[in-house]
């Protein structure tokens, strides 16, 4: 597919750019001046747009409104040392949309139309790549059933739109999170692995019923009988027991974290033994008695680590102890700050810059 050429381009006539408070971005606040939209219909790919941001029209009927034929991604470009900028492992991202449209039985967004397009829209939007230290450009690209027409049936019209927003790294304190076993957010042969809409409306009620109890977060275990470790919360689940990093296996009831993948490759770099293999809420009990576990915390793109303070587990509240700066979840996110931002040597080819 040859689209170099054919991206459609309409700029905004006015950057919002005056309204944004840099110094306090908060997650979601800000949204960048464009937006891409492309849409599908007839059995292909119409031509991308970069147009101002704004609202869409759709109608009542749309089918991804009742179905939800729906997925995401969530991704972030960074400022780098010398002014450049870096979208953060647009690739791989590309390749969990795939399969996440897949899953759904949605049509495929070709690979130029999400990595061009990305880097037009991101040229156009430069000024809102934030520099300061912990900050970026949040990406969101998805797409959804776009055909009006009710009935229950796989579209036959689609919908991918990205646009952006400058966002801050929070200070994190520790989190609460309590062990679920009642219910699952993923199930064997389920979503889990695919970015749907859908695993996220279905996590909510649960993770409701853990705030009221006074938790953060949910740690889901295997929906099959509650026993292994799956993810926390909207972040995969990693720990450090007795100096190993140790994190569950992909299945089709995790998703295929990004920063997951990049914390077990840095910790490699860094000779911290990894393993990656399932972690039973019996072994993580046993571990706290033995006093071997020393850390637990969620990686996802938008906190990068999120120190876990506490783990409830059938009726009993863990505690985590203290974390300092040396804590290899701080170790191991300091390193991947320094590759996005061109401190360190990318050898692993994860920036793509311009
Ligand atoms: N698990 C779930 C359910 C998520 O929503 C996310 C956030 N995308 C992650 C894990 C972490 O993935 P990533 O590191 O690619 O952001």
Redesign the pocket.
């Known amino acids: 597919m040859e689209l170099t050429q054919a991206f459609s381009i309409r700029p905004a006539k006015q950057s919002r750019i005056r309204e944004v408070d840099f110094d306090h971005l908060e997650f979601g606040k800000y949204v960048a001046d464009h937006m891409l939209v492309c849409d599908y219909g007839k059995g292909k790919w119409n031509t991308p747009e970069i147009i101002p941001f704004g609202d869409l029209t759709v109608s009542p009927t749309t089918l991804a409104l009742h179905y939800g034929q729906t997925v995401f991604e969530?991704?972030k470009a960074f400022r780098m040392e010398d002014g450049r900028i870096n979208i953060f492992r647009i690739h791989k991202?590309y390749e969990?949309l795939t399969r996440s449209l897949d899953r759904m039985c949605m049509a495929i967004v070709p690979e130029e139309v999400f990595i061009e397009g990305l880097r037009q829209l991101i040229e156009l939007d430069k000024a809102w790549v934030p520099a300061a230290p912990g900050t970026a450009l949040y990406i969101r690209p998805f797409a959804f059933a776009s055909e009006a027409k009710f009935g229950v049936k796989v579209s036959d019209e689609y919908k991918f739109i990205i646009f952006s927003g400058p966002v801050a790294g929070a200070f994190q304190k520790p989190l609460r999170v309590k062990v679920e076993t009642g219910y699952a957010?993923a199930a064997r042969g389920g979503t889990?692995a695919a970015?749907c809409g859908g695993?996220?409306g279905g996590a909510y009620y649960p993770t409701q019923k853990a705030k009221e109890a006074g938790y953060d977060q949910v740690l889901w275990t295997d929906s099959h009988d509650h026993q292994y470790i799956e993810?926390s919360g909207?972040?995969?689940a990693l720990f450090v027991i007795d100096g190993k990093l140790v994190t569950p296996p992909l299945s089709d009831s995790?998703?295929?974290?990004?920063?997951?993948d990049s914390l077990l490759t840095l910790a490699g770099d860094l000779g911290i033994p990894v393993e990656t293999r399932p972690v039973s809420l019996d072994e993580l009990e046993k571990a706290f008695r033995q006093r071997l576990i020393t850390e637990a915390f969620g990686?996802?793109?938008?906190a990068i680590v999120a120190p876990i303070g506490v783990i409830h587990s059938r009726g009993i509240d863990y505690q985590l102890p203290e974390y300092t700066p040396g804590a290899v979840m701080f170790r191991l996110k300091d390193k991947l700050e320094a590759i996005r931002t061109g401190k360190e040597q990318d050898k692993h080819n994860w920036n793509y810059v311009f």
């Open positions: 969530g991704m991202h969990r957010r889990g970015k695993n996220y993810e909207m972040m995969n995790i998703l295929d974290g990004i920063t997951r990686a996802g793109t938008a």
